[in-house]
Nanobody, 116 residues
């Protein structure tokens, strides 16, 4: 079993910042990709950002320049500092981890609410 523990969500005013963290633990085979998805009410879950074990990153266009994903491979932890937050960033954010055997794990989600 692999557990993903997320932290860092909350309520912030537009223009503010938050930092999400997700630590993976348990019976972990080497992790390949770590990332964050989000889902707003009534919308499909979308990829926000992801990072490979080699450090390559991808972002959804709407967060480029505002969010920066990083990871600590020794700690099996992924971070997502978010700045210049907008009301449209309001969503439940989910940590996603894929190991080298292509098994995928999800966190329980952390709520980010940005007030205008």
């Amino acid at each position: 079993q692999v557990q993903l523990v997320e932290s860092g969500g909350g309520l912030v005013q537009a223009g503010g910042s938050l930092r999400l963290s997700c630590a993976a633990s348990g019976n972990i085979v080497k992790i390949n990709i770590m990332g964050w998805y989000r889902q707003a009410p009534g919308k499909q879950r979308e990829l926000v950002a992801r990072i490979t074990s080699g450090g390559s990153t991808n972002y959804v266009d709407s967060v480029k320049g505002r969010f920066t994903i990083s990871r600590d491979n020794d700690k099996n932890t992924v971070y997502l500092p978010m700045s210049s937050l907008k009301p449209e960033d309001t969503a439940a954010y989910y940590c996603n981890v894929q190991d080298v055997l292509s098994r995928v794990y999800w966190g329980q989600g952390t709520q980010v609410t940005v007030s205008s």
